[in-house]
């Protein structure tokens, strides 16, 4: 296994366009359920931005949006 350069840096939740969400620990609880689901399941919810269909992991973890549109936010690209 070749070891990292001093130089070359790991992605970090510092790193730009990194995301952090801030939980209580009952709040982490409820949503830890849905942290592993891939991104077609339990696809119950609908966007809060462009109301397309998302899964019960955005609706906890992408603040309610699908992948298109949090990644906008994330990135500040947002109109």
Do not use: V
């Not at 969400?21 to 609880?29: H, Q, V, Y």
Request: hydrophobic content about 25%.
């Amino acid at each position: 296994m070749k070891k990292k350069q001093k130089n070359e840096q790991e992605e970090s939740i510092w790193s730009e366009g990194a995301f952090a969400l801030r939980l209580s620990p009952s709040d982490m609880k409820i949503r830890m359920r849905t942290f592993h689901m891939k991104h077609d399941e339990e696809m119950n919810f609908d966007c809060s931005k462009c109301k397309t269909k998302i899964s019960a992991h955005n609706k906890d973890w992408h603040y309610g949006m699908c992948d298109e549109c949090f990644d906008k936010k994330i990135s500040n690209k947002e109109n």
